[in-house]
């Protein structure tokens, strides 16, 4: 018993499916549900069952039915098949056209007419009631279409004379249209579709009348600026004749201009947002350029006089140029050798920027002026007497660098070393080692042992200085030296030296200098 009830349920779920199915397609527009318009003509000659029902060019139907109307009228059902279409609005419209010179129609429809976007769809086509004749179907009224006159049969009157055109005329007119005058006003607008659309604009014009007045009271104070350069509106127009002739004439390069401007505008997109990047980047750099502008103003305002001001020094310049002309071109054998000189000296300015570098880095011309003021103290003295030489640097052939020591260069050569041995003996050995350069050294250590400098000239007698290898003696073939002359005694303490001459070398000068002379 439950599986009997459970089959029975299913059957009137089913049932009752295939009637909600059966009603929607009945309230589509018929019990096949597809979409039909019955359209209501003047006049259908020619257009029968089966012809095409196009919409733009397109087919989206077929005609199904051609049948009078109480009202002398034709109703022509339209079945439209395409799924996009099945939409006609109250504001759709009709036409009857020639499909063909054969006589061939086809009816050409608007399911709506065009409107800005965003504007709100008129209402749907109303559907005919059961009852009524066409019942389930979408109700276009005659207002809505179109049946314009067939040029052949116009062709076909044309035949005759024209007294029996206008006779034919006349009758066919009067017999039809007698006592239906209203009839015929209403055919005519309705027959010309420019005369509905007019209909339309001057129904918008007249709800925009006060507008249009403002317009029209507007537009002559916008041209009454023209009409005063009325000339050269005239001459802007023959010159955009002769702009247009000229583009004409390169309507292929146009053409071509054509094709690559949307690929231009996607292009620009970017572009723009770029220089909108750029424009945003370089605001500050303007922004210092307006705070800079006066100054730049002015000095483009003092450049007259300055470059009239600089015209007599570049005149001045080219006679310099002539004149020094052909003196630099002199110059060039001695660039030549500047450049010679340049590449030799390049390892040596190297070495020495390297030195002098190392010097500064490491404080080695510090540390040079340091030996040398350290130095002068350490080797110079002063007392009641004045100045007095501690020590002497002796520049001998021992100073050179030596792998092997040389026996002249020995220190016990130099200085006693031997036991017993005094400081004086040493001194006077080392001496007779130097030569004469060391009688110097011999009388300052007299001195600085308690003698006076003429006793100390007196017990190391001899020149004090020897002359260069491979000079000639002096011209009196005595000593360049003359001896001290003591003022006062040799007890004074003070001895004045008279010097050699200048070429005899700075021997001289140092002693007097010692000796505080």
Same mark, same amino acid.
């Given at each position: !018993?439950?599986?009997?009830?459970?089959?029975?349920?299913?059957?009137?779920?089913?049932?009752?499916?295939?009637?909600?199915?059966?009603?929607?397609?009945? /309230?589509?527009?018929?019990?096949?549900?597809?979409?039909?318009?019955?359209?209501?003509?003047?006049?259908?000659?020619?257009?029968?069952?089966?012809?095409?029902?196009?919409?733009?060019? %397109?087919?989206?139907? +077929?005609?199904?039915?051609?049948?009078?109307? @109480?009202?002398?009228?034709?109703?022509?059902?339209?079945?439209?098949?395409?799924?996009?279409?099945?939409?006609?609005?109250?504001?759709?419209?009709?036409?009857?056209? &020639?499909?063909?010179?054969?006589?061939?129609?086809?009816?050409?429809?608007? @399911?709506?007419?065009?409107?800005?976007?965003?504007?709100?769809?008129? @209402?749907?086509?109303?559907?005919?009631?059961?009852?009524?004749?066409?019942?389930?179907? !979408?109700?276009?009224?005659?207002?809505?279409?179109?049946?314009?006159?067939?040029?052949?049969?116009?062709?076909?009157?044309? *035949?005759? $004379?024209?007294?029996?055109?206008?006779?034919?005329?006349?009758?066919?007119?009067?017999?039809?249209?007698?006592?239906?005058?209203?009839?015929?006003?209403?055919?005519?607008?309705?027959?010309?579709?420019?005369?509905?659309?007019?209909?339309?604009?001057?129904?918008?014009?007249?709800?925009?009348?006060?507008?249009?007045?403002?317009?029209?009271?507007?537009?002559?104070?916008?041209?009454? $600026?023209?009409?005063?350069?009325?000339?050269?509106?005239?001459?802007?127009?023959?010159?955009?004749?002769?702009?247009?002739?000229?583009?004409?004439?390169?309507?292929?390069?146009?053409?071509?201009?054509?094709?690559?401007?949307?690929?231009?505008?996607?292009?620009?997109?970017?572009? !723009?947002?770029?220089?909108?990047?750029?424009?945003?980047?370089?605001?500050?750099?303007?922004?210092?350029?307006?705070?800079?502008?006066?100054?730049?103003?002015?000095?483009? +305002?003092?450049?007259?006089?300055?470059?009239?001001?600089?015209?007599?020094?570049?005149?001045?310049?080219? /006679?310099?140029?002539?004149?020094?002309?052909?003196?630099?071109? /002199?110059?060039?054998?001695?660039?030549?050798?500047?450049?010679?000189?340049?590449?030799?000296?390049?390892?040596?300015?190297?070495?020495? /920027?390297?030195?002098?570098?190392?010097?500064?880095?490491?404080?080695?011309?510090? *540390?040079?002026?340091?030996?040398?003021? #350290?130095?002068?103290?350490?080797?110079?003295?002063?007392?009641?007497?004045?100045?007095?030489?501690?020590?002497?640097?002796?520049?001998?052939?021992?100073?050179?660098?030596?792998?092997?020591?040389?026996?002249?260069?020995?220190?016990?050569?130099?200085?006693?070393?031997?036991?017993?041995?005094?400081?004086?003996?040493?001194?006077?050995?080392?001496?007779?080692?130097?030569?004469?350069?060391? %009688? +110097?050294?011999?009388?300052?250590?007299?001195? #600085?042992?308690?003698?006076?400098?003429?006793?100390?000239?007196?017990?190391? &007698?001899?020149?004090?200085?020897?002359?260069?290898?491979?000079?000639?003696?002096?011209?009196?073939?005595?000593? &360049?030296?003359?001896?001290?002359?003591?003022?006062?005694?040799?007890?004074?303490?003070?001895?004045?030296?008279? $010097?050699?001459?200048?070429?005899?070398?700075?021997?001289?000068?140092?002693?007097?200098?010692? #000796?505080?002379?």
């Amino acid at each position: !018993m439950g599986g009997a009830r459970s089959v029975a349920a299913v059957a009137v779920l089913v049932a009752v499916g295939t009637l909600v199915a059966v009603l929607l397609a009945t /309230s589509a527009g018929g019990s096949t549900g597809s979409y039909e318009v019955r359209a209501i003509f003047d006049d259908a000659a020619n257009i029968i069952p089966g012809e095409n029902v196009k919409i733009g060019g %397109v087919k989206v139907g +077929t005609v199904g039915s051609v049948t009078p109307t @109480p009202q002398a009228r034709a109703a022509v059902v339209l079945n439209i098949s395409n799924e996009g279409f099945k939409d006609f609005r109250a504001d759709a419209s009709c036409t009857i056209r &020639p499909q063909a010179l054969i006589g061939e129609k086809f009816v050409d429809c608007l @399911p709506t007419q065009p409107r800005v976007a965003g504007t709100p769809l008129p @209402p749907a086509l109303r559907k005919i009631p059961k009852g009524h004749e066409g019942a389930g179907q !979408m109700l276009l009224p005659v207002q809505n279409t179109h049946s314009p006159v067939d040029v052949d049969l116009l062709g076909d009157i044309s *035949r005759l $004379p024209e007294r029996q055109r206008f006779t034919i005329i006349l009758n066919e007119l009067g017999a039809g249209l007698a006592g239906r005058g209203s009839d015929l006003h209403t055919v005519i607008r309705r027959a010309n579709p420019a005369l509905q659309e007019l209909d339309k604009v001057l129904a918008i014009l007249a709800s925009e009348n006060k507008v249009l007045a403002r317009l029209a009271v507007d537009s002559d104070k916008a041209l009454q $600026p023209f009409a005063a350069v009325r000339s050269n509106v005239a001459d802007f127009i023959q010159q955009a004749n002769t702009v247009a002739q000229a583009s004409a004439r390169q309507r292929g390069a146009l053409a071509r201009n054509l094709q690559l401007f949307p690929q231009f505008l996607r292009e620009l997109g970017p572009s !723009m947002e770029r220089l909108a990047a750029l424009a945003d980047q370089t605001t500050p750099a303007f922004d210092d350029l307006k705070v800079a502008a006066p100054g730049i103003d002015k000095a483009f +305002t003092s450049l007259p006089a300055f470059s009239n001001s600089s015209t007599k020094f570049f005149t001045s310049l080219g /006679s310099t140029a002539k004149v020094s002309g052909p003196a630099l071109k /002199s110059l060039q054998p001695l660039l030549g050798r500047l450049a010679a000189l340049g590449k030799e000296a390049k390892p040596f300015a190297f070495n020495a /920027s390297e030195l002098l570098t190392s010097l500064r880095s490491s404080g080695g011309l510090e *540390r040079i002026l340091d030996f040398i003021f #350290l130095g002068a103290g350490a080797a110079n003295g002063y007392d009641q007497l004045g100045h007095f030489l501690r020590s002497e640097a002796v520049g001998t052939a021992c100073l050179t660098y030596a792998t092997r020591t040389a026996p002249a260069c020995s220190s016990s050569k130099i200085f006693n070393t031997t036991p017993g041995g005094s400081a004086e003996t040493a001194s006077a050995h080392a001496a007779s080692v130097s030569g004469a350069t060391s %009688v +110097t050294m011999a009388r300052t250590l007299a001195v #600085l042992k308690g003698a006076t400098p003429a006793e100390a000239i007196a017990k190391y &007698p001899g020149p004090a200085t020897v002359p260069a290898s491979g000079a000639s003696p002096s011209p009196s073939g005595g000593e &360049p030296t003359p001896t001290a002359k003591p003022v006062g005694g040799a007890s004074a303490g003070t001895t004045y030296y008279t $010097p050699s001459a200048e070429s005899s070398g700075a021997d001289g000068m140092l002693l007097n200098y010692l #000796l505080g002379n």
